[in-house]
């Protein structure tokens, strides 16, 4: 019973986070996969690429109760980054 209990405050945590009013600071903002799918127009799968591409260097997630979410912020570094290469 303890570990339903556990469970369920960690989704109230993300439920919370992912409700909360937006913040100047992008640092404690995450992302699920579906939102970074969404963010990009791309699949899971293409996602998944891109994390084991080494040359795109694409964000890597952090791993919570085996989900995958990523920080705003370091993947608004990677847009900046990638537009960045791409204009040179």
Known sequence: MQIASQTDTSRAALETSRTAAPQADNRQTFLTGPQVQNRYQKSH????????????????????????YWRLSDLEAWEQATAQNSAE
Request: proline letters at 8%; hydrophobic letters at 45%.
């Open 45 to 68: 799968v293409t996602i998944w690429r891109w994390i084991r591409d080494s040359e795109l260097a694409f964000p890597q997630p952090l791993k919570i109760n085996r989900l995958n």
